[in-house]
Every structure is written in C-alpha cells, then in structure tokens.
C-alpha cells in the first residue's frame, strides 16, 4: 500500500478497531484534558493501550483495546491528539507500526474508503 510520499507499509506490529462511539469517546477526552499527546504502548501478546496527555505530570485518560493481530514485540509510540480529533466520523482500522507510523482506515457502506497516516512525535 502506497500513501502520501509514497509511504511504503511493510507490516503493522498492531492493529485495533476503533469504533466511531470509541474515536467519539476519545475525543472527548482530548477535549477535556487539552491534551496534546496519544500514547500506544503494548508489551508482546498484550492488549494495546492508549494513554492521551498533555504532559508528563498532568492528568491522563488511558482505554484498553483488545489487538486485531498478535502483537510479536513491544510497541511505544506517540502521536499529537490532533490526529485523532480531526479523523471523519468512522469506523477505523488503526494500524502501528512501531518505527513510527499509524494508518488510520476506513469503508463507508457507500463503499469509499480512505487511508490517513500520521508519524511519530518526540515528546519534551
């Protein structure tokens, strides 16, 4: 699969459905919290974890999602909150890869379908 700058994506170490109630729920959060930051972090064979922040020592709101694959090694990624809040109404595909991308995609039952990519960010 090919995306802007012709992304080239070899495999995703993680993968989890995010409903449109759970991208909803998220955004909440990132609202609430101003948060600027979504953590991805899973341990091999674990449940994958998203941790939204606005830093280090402020609150956070973290949920749990069940993999769609297994997860072979440790995956610690970070992303701006910014991503995900500005994501269409869907459901999603959220696929990691952990040397720093995460493909977001989706099928309306209209049958378009789209792919959004977004990179790593170095935290402060």
Known sequence: TRGPDNIQWSKSDASIKLSSAD???????????QADTIRFTAKKNTALTMSITKGPNDNSYEETFA???????????AIEAEFLSLLPDADYLLEINKDGIIRASFTTEGGISAELFTGEVEEA
């Open 23 to 33: 991208l909803k729920q998220l955004r909440r959060m990132i609202g609430t919290l």
């Open 67 to 77: 993999p769609e694959n297994a997860i072979d090694s440790d995956v610690n990624l």
